[in-house]
Structure formats: C-alpha cells, structure tokens
C-alpha cells in the first residue's frame, strides 16, 4: 500500500517573524527537517505546499524526492493549503495521506511510521499527546474530497475531524507534538 506525505509549509509564521519554512533550527530548515521525517516515515510521495516565500524555500531549501507545489491562496489559511496538498495527489497511487504541517519539529519518522502502518482508503487517525490532539493526521484517499470541501481558513481538516472522530493515536512515546508558533517556542 501506498501512503502520501503532504507537508503544510506555505504560512507566512507571522507571530514567528518569518516563514516557518525557513526556520534554520539544529542545522535544517524546517521544511528539509519535516520533508526527512515524511519520507524516512515510509510515505511516498511526499508533496511540500508552498506559499510565502515560496521562491526562497526553494533556493534555499534541499528537498530531494519531493514535489513542491504552490498555494497560491496561502494567505487564506491552512485549509487552502490542504486542498492544494491533496488536489496534488489527484493522479497519484496513494491510498492515504500522512498530514503534517512544517512546525512541528518534535514529530518523528516513527510517529509517522505508526500512521503508514494504520493506512487505508478509509483511515482516519490523529495523533494525540497525553491526551491532547496534534499531528501527524492520517487520512485515507476515500475521504480526501469530504476533508477539501470543509477546509477552510487556518482550521485545516479540524471541522472534519469534529464531524468525523478521527483513531486516537498515542505518540508521546516517540515524539513531541508541539506546534512552534514564535522563536521561544523552539526546542532545545
């Protein structure tokens, strides 16, 4: 079975003071970071959606076996950004896609490794975190149109994810699901 990264990197990180794309942090950018642990997770492909800065992440970024794809609605929110990472997908084999957004640093391949193994046309998981809701999500091809139609604004598939309980999924075992929203927020 085939399981597709979809990687949220086009937001401007406003309250961080740059793209989060181009947070340099232990060496890699984020996006390089992020884009590692999708492929290293076993999903293939992994499509990174860019927005802000997108000219720059490119020049600046290494992103080998990735296919960047552009948003060019990115300033309307996370939502707009999912449906250009699944609309990417469109012709591609995937029965699932491992959701990640590019600030969440603390997520591992083994996080994601536990979502490819759950993969199906209907998956629907969520990470959680003592007990808390983070990434990554895992959506199955089956649901993709449902999850685009109610994308919407920075919410992401949060309004499906309500509709539709998503598989809890413990992960803070293997990784650390902290979203980084400004540079304090950066871990050790």
């Known amino acids: 079975m085939t399981v597709a990264g979809v990687l949220l990197a086009a937001g401007a990180g406003r309250r961080f003071g740059l793209p989060k794309a181009l947070v340099r942090h232990r060496g890699r950018l984020f996006v390089e970071q992020a884009a590692q642990v999708l492929h290293d997770g076993g999903c293939d492909p992994v499509v990174v959606v860019l927005g802000a800065s997108a000219a720059e992440v490119r020049a600046a970024a290494s992103l080998p076996g990735s296919s960047l794809v552009d948003n060019p609605e990115w300033t309307s929110g996370m939502g707009s950004s999912l449906r250009v990472g699944l609309a990417a997908l469109a012709s591609a084999t995937a029965e699932a896609a491992v959701i990640l957004p590019v600030d969440t640093p603390g997520v591992t391949a083994a996080a994601v490794r536990?979502?490819?193994?759950?993969?199906?046309?209907?998956?629907?998981?969520?990470?959680?975190?003592?007990?808390?809701?983070?990434?990554?999500?895992?959506?199955?091809?089956?649901?993709?149109?449902?999850?685009?139609?109610?994308?919407?604004?920075?919410?992401?598939?949060?309004?499906?994810?309500?509709?539709?309980?998503?598989?809890?999924?413990?992960?803070?075992?293997?990784?650390?699901?902290?979203?980084?929203?400004?540079?304090?927020?950066?871990?050790?």
């Open 114 to 188: 536990r979502f490819v193994a759950l993969a199906s046309p209907d998956a629907l998981a969520r990470a959680t975190y003592d007990g808390r809701p983070g990434h990554p999500v895992l959506i199955g091809r089956s649901r993709w149109a449902d999850v685009a139609a109610m994308a919407t604004g920075d919410a992401g598939a949060r309004e499906y994810l309500a509709a539709h309980p998503p598989l809890a999924v413990p992960c803070e075992d293997i990784a650390a699901g902290e979203d980084v929203d400004r540079p304090s927020d950066l871990p050790g």
